[in-house]
C-alpha cells in the first residue's frame, strides 16, 4: 500500500473503544492514520445482553466504523483481518475478506484488537456454551434462548420440556448476572401470556460460579445487594461450583466439597473467562514482547512495548498495572495513545499514562442496577439511573441514544421486547430444527467420494 505523502503513517488494529478513541484524537494531526478491523462496525459490548434478550437491535448497538469516521478526512478504515506484523520492516499484515494477504505500513502502530473468550482449556465447550463478546455472538444467544421456549412449546415429552426450560449460566460476572437477570425477567413478564403449552415463568435459570458471590469486585456490600436481588427475580445462585464438561444435554458441575452434579439444560451460555486474541501472540513474538496469563501484551508506563516506542498497545489486550478490562480503561488508553502521538509529531514529550478510575456498573433487572464510583455505592433503582445515564451518554451516535431510550421505555414500562426475531439454524445444538436428521451409517461403511 502507498504512503501519502511525507506524512507519517499510523495504523490503528481495532475499532473497539480503545482504537476508535486513539482515531478520534488523531482528527486533523498531520498524520495519515489507517484503522483496520475484521468488522465494519464499533460495537457498544456493554450492551450486547439487551441485543441477546431482544430489547435492541444490533444497530442500536453497533454503528458503521465507515460513517462515525466520515468527517475524519485523514482515517482510511480498511477491512480486513490482521494476522502478525513485520516488527523491522514496520509492516502490518492482513488477510482480506476472501484470503488475499496484503501490507500496511507504518511508524506508528497502535494496537487495540481487545479480547476473546477463554474456556480454560476447554475449547470445546464452545459448541455447546456460546460466549458474548461479539453482536455474532448475541445473535446465537439470542436464537438459543428464544428457540429453548419454541421447542419447550411443542415437546411432548415433560422431561424434554423441563430440560428446553433450564437455562445455564457460567460465570457470575457483570456479563452472566445481567444475562440471568434477563432471561429471568422475559419469562416472568414479557413471554408470560403468549404461550399455550408451556407456562414461561417455569423456567429455571441456574447462575454458576467458582467464586463465593455475584459480582465479587463490586465489594461485598453491593455483591450481597446483586446476589438477593438475583434470588428475587428467581435466579438459582450456584457458587463455589466449577464446570467440569458441557455437551448438548446440560452440564456437570463440582461442589465446594467435591461431589460433581449432572444438570439437564437446554441452554448452557458462558460468560466466565477471556484470554488474548492469537494476534496478540504473535505481536509479542515479534516485538520481543511479554505476555500476563491471560495472553494481554504487557507494555510500559507510555504504553509502549519495551523497546519500541512506535507501537502502543491499548484496552483490553493490554497489560499494565493490573488494570480492568472495562470501557473506561480502554478509552483512556486510546485516547492517551492518540494524543502522544501528536505531541511527538509536534515535537513534544508525552507525560507517562495515568488511569481516572470512573467506577462501574452492572444492570440486574428492571429499575435494579448496581454502581460503584469510588467511595459512592449505589444499588437499586438509584443504581438503574445512574446506570442509565451513563448507557446513553456513551452510547455511539445520537440516533443509538435516542433508539435505546425508546426501546427501554417500550421495555420498562410495557414489557415489550421487539427485537426478538431469530433464524432456525442452531436452535437445537448445531443443526437447522428443520433439516432431516442425518441418515444413520453403517457400520464398516467407508467415507462418501
Ligand atoms: C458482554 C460484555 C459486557 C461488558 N460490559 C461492560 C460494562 O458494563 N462496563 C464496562 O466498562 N465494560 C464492559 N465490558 C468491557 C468493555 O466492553 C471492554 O473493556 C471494551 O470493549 C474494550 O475495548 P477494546 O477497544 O480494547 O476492545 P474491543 O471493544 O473488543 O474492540 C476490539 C476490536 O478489534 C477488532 N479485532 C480483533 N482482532 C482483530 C484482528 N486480528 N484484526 C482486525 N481487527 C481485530 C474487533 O473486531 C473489535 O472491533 C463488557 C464487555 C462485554 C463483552
Redesign the pocket.
Known sequence: MSDQGSQRRVVI????????FAARALRRAPVQVTL????EH??F??L??QCATGILSEGKIAAPLRAILRKHRNVDFIL????GIDAERRQVQ?IRPGGERTEFGYDYLIV????AQSYFGHDEFAVYAPG???IEDALVIRRRVFGAFEMAESATDLAERTRWLTFALVGAG??GVELAGQIRELATKTLRTEYRHINPEDARVLLFDGGAAPLAPFGPKLSAKASAALGKLGVEQHMHSIVTGIDGTGLSVRAEDGSVTQYEAGTVLW?AGIAA?P?AAAIAQATGAKQDRAGRIEVGPDLTIPGHPEIMV????MSLNKLP??????MQT?LYAGRRIRHETAGRAAKPFRYYDLG???YLSRGRAVVSVGKLQFAGFPGWVVWLFIHVGFLTGYRNRFGAVLSWWFAFTRDLRRERTFTTKQVGIMQDIYAEPPAPTAPGAGAEP
Not at 480486513?80 to 494476522?83: F, G, L, N, P
Not at 487495540?112 to 479480547?115: E, H, I, L, P, T
Open positions: 488494529i481495532g475499532g473497539g473503544f480503545a482504537g476508535l483496520i478491523d475484521r468488522a464499533h460495537l459490548q456493554p450486547l445482553y480486513a483481518e490482521v494476522t492482513v487495540a484488537v481487545g479480547v458474548m463478546k461479539t457483570p456479563t460468560t486474541p494476534v491499548t484496552g483490553d489486550v478490562g472495562v470501557a473506561e480503561v480502554a486510546g462501574s456498573a452492572a
